[in-house]
């Protein structure tokens, strides 16, 4: 599942961020890493872009860029 | 006073910069955006501190004065642009590099840096920390913002972070100067420290056995991912060692307020408000104190020919330069007020809450959603609107905004709409009950938006072509404005508009002021302009004089007014620009102007309102006619070509305002593209393309409304 199909306000952790370009790397940069936990705060109001909590603080990034951050939501590998 | 000790201790920091770096220490000042760097700044430094730009690039470089107390040591503190990285991916990050690597030629490698470390997003603040690290220069870390970390329940353990870190952490609460005194003391202490410079990169100190795991991940070269992967992995383990886990689950403060604010609906709605607020209270605010300058320099430049002898240089310094620099500064209320909101909606945290919210409005364009606001300052005045795009970062986005700014129809076009629209299209109704004026006026604001909105289009696929500009931007925790930072950066940003725009402004005004002023025309008097010269010698201002000259001659003060003015008309018919008016004419006549409208034209590549006054030398209207005066409206009616038929019809004056909507008839805005954009061949390529694009669509216009039969 990927970041954008994460239901909001539900608790997942990042499993990998895909590709090898400027954004993805700034992705990273900005602590959207393997392993930390992120949730979906909301969506603008035109459907884009979104607004995640990661490590603490808030961050907006567009669907386009949450496409390519895996994550696995932490409520189904509970209820799995 | 105050005055003097600035540039004194400036002097000296830049005559130690030169001399003897032994006197002065260099401190570079390092930091997240919203990490509370700027406050830092402004109380390490107080008013001691200057802004210009890096050279060659539009990057804003903010020096102070630190003096480091108890020690006679002054530093020359660097304030660097919020970072988030230094992988030198944007401008920012490029500039910053280079100051740690001492690349740039007027400033040595930092002696130190100070790190600013927010408390309360200790792990991305240390991210940036960690790439500090390597560039071994001793770093201190001033930890803001423990005082909202408290609140939150966090709790931080400064000596453990410190121990853990191998760096001094000092806890700093810069607005009440708190901390201050031990980051001094830190500093002096780490400047001169060998082990550190001796000890090398992030890498090699944390050569520890729990590092093992960052050692293999970089066996795999080229893969910058998994380094920053590996770093984020180090501080994680700093942090859940010095950090007590905060409660999750407990939504913050700012999650709620953004519940409204960034609201699906609400949100927008309450963006709208807070904008029309904003331009309401700036056109509103700004009427008088732009009233008082306007006068001012009237008064000013009266003053000067009152007590000055006739003569060319009088009229240089009245007409030419203050009359044109006047012409600007005039300007400045609008600039300030708009930087004052600007600052406020920036410190607060709710700038990015509007991009956030336009951002797929804007992203269709091509443009980024921080363009929203500078476009949309332009409707009052593109100088302060091409100044806020500051706040885009990436170079070929921020170009693009400033290259349509100008396209957003600005007060100063409102004089030339409200004069056709008076002339030509008073009273009319479209459908019955809309005022044809108003549609006119509305379709103005419209095209220039729609054209805008196209050449953004084509710009972003061609010249300025670029990915779409990722949108990974932080929403930063609302917060009080800091008074100081918002006040400080209103004031810098009034000076650097006055300053740099100021000269060019100044030189174009002379020229300006010289091609309708020359050649001098006193050969062309008639003899009842000569009567009228004896009329108006300096001396008949005062009324016993005027009353006298009324007895004497029998004429009243109004007729010896009108061979006043059509003696300027005369002169001006005969100057330069009126010769230049006639040259032009082939060119302008598919529009439908004769040279006369060429001379006011020409004129009003100075500022579009200045076509008013210059209309109204060249009807002989008198000086002071405005754009609803009778007088001019009637002179436009009536106004003749040289063949006799009528110089003016609706289609005329339609034409004139479509040129108008996209000519960039403004050299304000010039000068600062000029400035904002560091390049000349974008300045002149933007005056050409709108040049281009405003004669093409008013050819256009008059030629197909020829066509459909007007005028």
């Given at each position: 599942m990927t970041l954008t199909n994460l239901p909001i306000g539900e608790n997942a952790k990042v499993v990998s961020v895909n590709g090898n370009n400027r954004i993805t790397k700034r992705l990273m940069e900005m602590g959207v890493v393997p392993g930390v936990s992120v949730r979906v705060i909301k969506s603008a109001p035109f459907g884009d872009p979104l607004e995640i909590c990661v490590r603490g603080y808030h961050l907006a990034m567009r669907k386009s860029e949450a496409d390519t951050i895996q994550v696995q939501s932490l409520k189904s590998k509970i209820q799995s | 006073m105050n005055s003097k000790i600035i540039t004194a201790t400036e002097k000296q920091a830049t005559a130690n910069g030169r001399q003897s770096v032994k006197a002065s220490i260099v401190i570079a000042l390092a930091g997240n955006p919203n990490a509370g760097k700027t406050t830092l700044f402004n109380a390490l430094t107080g008013l001691r501190q200057k802004v210009a730009n890096y050279p060659g690039v539009t990057v804003e470089r903010k020096e102070g004065v630190w003096r480091l107390n108890g020690s006679e040591k002054t530093a020359r503190l660097i304030d660097l642009p919020g970072l988030?990285?230094?992988?030198?991916?944007?401008?920012?990050?490029?500039?910053?590099?280079?100051?740690?690597?001492?690349?740039?030629?007027?400033?040595?490698?930092?002696?130190?840096?100070?790190?600013?470390?927010?408390?309360?997003?200790?792990?991305?603040?240390?991210?940036?920390?960690?790439?500090?690290?390597?560039?071994?220069?001793?770093?201190?870390?001033?930890?803001?913002?423990?005082?909202?970390?408290?609140?939150?329940?966090?709790?931080?353990?400064?000596?453990?972070?410190?121990?853990?870190?191998?760096?001094?952490?000092?806890?700093?609460?810069?607005?009440?100067?708190?901390?201050?005194?031990?980051?001094?003391?830190?500093?002096?202490?780490?400047?001169?420290?060998?082990?550190?410079?001796?000890?090398?990169?992030?890498?090699?100190?944390?050569?520890?056995?729990?590092?093992?795991?960052?050692?293999?991940?970089?066996?795999?070269?080229?893969?910058?991912?998994?380094?920053?992967?590996?770093?984020?992995?180090?501080?994680?383990?700093?942090?859940?060692?010095?950090?007590?886990?905060?409660?999750?689950?407990?939504?913050?403060?700012?999650?709620?307020?953004?519940?409204?604010?960034?609201?699906?609906?609400?949100?927008?709605?309450?963006?709208?408000?807070?904008?029309?607020?904003?331009?309401?209270?700036?056109?509103?605010?700004?009427?008088?104190?732009?009233?008082?300058?306007?006068?001012?320099?009237?008064?000013?430049?009266?003053?000067?020919?009152?007590?000055?002898?006739?003569?060319?240089?009088?009229?240089?310094?009245?007409?030419?330069?203050?009359?044109?620099?006047?012409?600007?500064?005039?300007?400045?209320?609008?600039?300030?007020?708009?930087?004052?909101?600007?600052?406020?909606?920036?410190?607060?945290?709710?700038?990015?809450?509007?991009?956030?919210?336009?951002?797929?409005?804007?992203?269709?364009?091509?443009?980024?959603?921080?363009?929203?606001?500078?476009?949309?300052?332009?409707?009052?005045?593109?100088?302060?609107?091409?100044?806020?795009?500051?706040?885009?970062?990436?170079?070929?986005?921020?170009?693009?905004?400033?290259?349509?700014?100008?396209?957003?129809?600005?007060?100063?076009?409102?004089?030339?709409?409200?004069?056709?629209?008076?002339?030509?299209?008073?009273?009319?109704?479209?459908?019955?009950?809309?005022?044809?004026?108003?549609?006119?006026?509305?379709?103005?604001?419209?095209?220039?938006?729609?054209?805008?909105?196209?050449v953004a289009w084509i710009l972003k696929r061609t010249l300025l072509k670029s990915p779409p500009p990722p949108f990974v931007m932080e929403l930063p925790p609302y917060r009080l404005p800091n008074v100081q930072n918002v006040l400080l950066n209103m004031f810098n940003n009034g000076w650097q508009f006055l300053k740099r725009a100021g000269t060019v402004i100044l030189a174009i005004s002379i020229i300006l002021w010289a091609l309708t002023a020359f050649p001098r025309s006193t050969d062309l008097e008639t003899p009842s302009q000569a009567i009228s010269q004896n009329q108006i010698a300096p001396g008949s201002q005062e009324p016993a004089v005027v009353g006298s000259t009324e007895e004497n001659c029998g004429c009243s003060l109004e007729d010896a007014k009108k061979i006043e003015e059509e003696k300027q008309g005369l002169a001006l018919r005969n100057s330069y620009a009126g010769q230049l008016g006639h040259l032009i004419e082939p060119v302008i006549a598919p529009l439908g102007f004769d040279w006369k409208i060429g001379v006011a034209l020409i004129a009003s590549f100075a500022a579009r309102e200045v076509l008013v006054s210059t209309l109204s030398i060249i009807y002989n209207v008198g000086k002071d006619s405005n754009e609803e005066s009778e007088g001019l409206i009637d002179a436009v009616r009536n106004a003749k070509k040289d063949d006799g038929s009528p110089a003016w019809t609706p289609l005329t004056a339609l034409t004139l305002m479509v040129f108008f909507v996209l000519a960039i008839q403004c050299m304000s805005t010039v000068a600062v593209v000029r400035r904002e954009t560091n390049s000349w061949s974008w300045t002149i390529f933007m005056v050409f393309y709108m040049t281009a694009l405003a004669y093409a669509a008013a050819f256009l216009t008059y030629q197909v409304g020829k066509l459909l039969g007007f005028g």
């Open positions: - | 988030y990285s230094l992988d030198a991916t944007s401008l920012d990050e490029q500039i910053a590099r280079d100051v740690l690597t001492g690349k740039l030629l007027d400033l040595p490698k930092p002696n130190v840096i100070v790190a600013v470390v927010d408390a309360t997003n200790l792990e991305r603040n240390l991210y940036l920390v960690t790439q500090l690290l390597e560039y071994k220069i001793p770093v201190v870390i001033a930890l803001t913002m423990i005082d909202v970390a408290e609140k939150q329940s966090l709790e931080i353990d400064t000596k453990k972070l410190s121990k853990l870190l191998q760096i001094p952490v000092v806890e700093v609460k810069a607005t009440q100067k708190l901390g201050i005194d031990e980051l001094a003391a830190k500093v002096l202490e780490t400047a001169y420290n060998k082990s550190v410079l001796d000890g090398n990169s992030f890498f090699d100190r944390n050569s520890a056995d729990d590092l093992d795991f960052i050692r293999l991940s970089l066996q795999d070269d080229g893969e910058v991912n998994k380094k920053i992967f590996a770093r984020y992995n180090f501080i994680s383990d700093v942090y859940q060692e010095s950090v007590k886990p905060k409660q999750t689950n407990e939504r913050s403060f700012s999650e709620k307020i953004d519940r409204v604010l960034t609201h699906k609906f609400f949100g927008l709605l309450i963006l709208v408000a807070i904008l029309l607020f904003i331009f309401q209270t700036i056109f509103s605010w700004a009427n008088l104190p732009m009233d008082l300058l306007e006068k001012g320099f009237g008064a000013l430049g009266d003053f000067v020919r009152a007590n000055l002898s006739e003569g060319i240089l009088t009229d240089l310094l009245v007409d030419g330069v203050i009359a044109g620099v006047g012409g600007v500064v005039v300007f400045l209320p609008q600039i300030l007020l708009l930087f004052l909101f600007l600052s406020i909606l920036e410190d607060t945290g709710y700038m990015a809450r509007a991009a956030f919210l336009l951002d797929k409005l804007m992203s269709r364009v091509g443009l980024h959603g921080k363009a929203f606001v500078p476009l949309l300052s332009s409707f009052a005045c593109a100088i302060p609107g091409i100044m806020a795009t500051r706040t885009i970062e990436s170079p070929k986005d921020r170009l693009a905004t400033i290259m349509i700014a100008p396209f957003m129809s600005c007060s100063a076009r409102l004089p030339v709409y409200t004069l056709m629209i008076g002339t030509f299209f008073a009273g009319q109704t479209v459908f019955g009950f809309l005022s044809l004026g108003a549609v006119l006026i509305l379709a103005m604001y419209a095209l220039g938006i729609v054209v805008a909105v196209a």
